[in-house]
Nanobody, 117 residues
Framework: QVQLVESGGGLVQAGESLRLSCAAP???????????FAWYRQAPGKQRDLVAT???????NYVDSVKDRFTISRDNAKKTVYLQMTSLKPEDAAVYYC????????WGRGTQVTVSS
């Protein structure tokens, strides 16, 4: 099980950008590198949804609502996964989580993204 710590959220206006980070400080690279990871988000009163995935080979996939706006990436040397978010919309507001893909049972605290219109 890999412990993941999300950061980088904040309050932005619609149209602005944010970059989220997901670090695995206690992991070793031999554990981190083979894993696929994903970003998920949960808006108030809604279920947690998948946003983007990245494989060990850096193949990526996105839900339609964020395609061409969000970019998931990874830096194995830093044991960190990123989510670059551009052209943010109010409907992107949520708590964002990262986890392996498929997700492990343990979830971090997430990072709050708020988008004002």
């Amino acid at each position: 099980q890999v412990q993941l710590v999300e950061s980088g959220g904040g309050l932005v206006q619609a149209g602005e950008s944010l970059r989220l980070s997901c670090a695995a400080p206690r992991s070793i690279t031999s554990t981190f590198n083979p894993l696929a990871f994903a970003w998920y988000r949960q808006a108030p009163g809604k279920q947690r949804d998948l946003v983007a995935t990245i494989t060990r080979d850096r193949s990526t996939n996105y839900v339609d609502s964020v395609k061409d706006r969000f970019t998931i990436s990874r830096d194995n040397a830093k044991k960190t996964v990123y989510l670059q978010m551009t052209s943010l919309k109010p409907e992107d507001a949520a708590v964002y989580y990262c986890n392996s893909y498929p997700p492990q049972p343990y979830w971090g605290r997430g990072t709050q993204v708020t988008v004002s219109s």
